[in-house]
């Protein structure tokens, strides 16, 4: 199990997020973007809308997906 924050994956809060997986923490901050965005928080909308992107355009988003992935791996655990 690891940590990474809402800001370590391109958000604007610092909103932990726990996982098993870089994947998994990377379901989680969706979820979390669309929540608070949901919620009328207009401060993590651009980075609900990088999300989508990436998924609209997943080759364009690999970046961003190796390096929270390498972020990940870099973590100690927890
Ligand atoms: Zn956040």
Redesign the pocket.
Known sequence: MKTMT?KQLG???D?AHEGESADEIIKTQER??KD?VAQGDSS?ESALADMKGRRRNPLKGMGWYKKVKSDYAALPEL
């Open positions: 809402c958000g604007p809060c909103v979390h973007l608070v993590h």
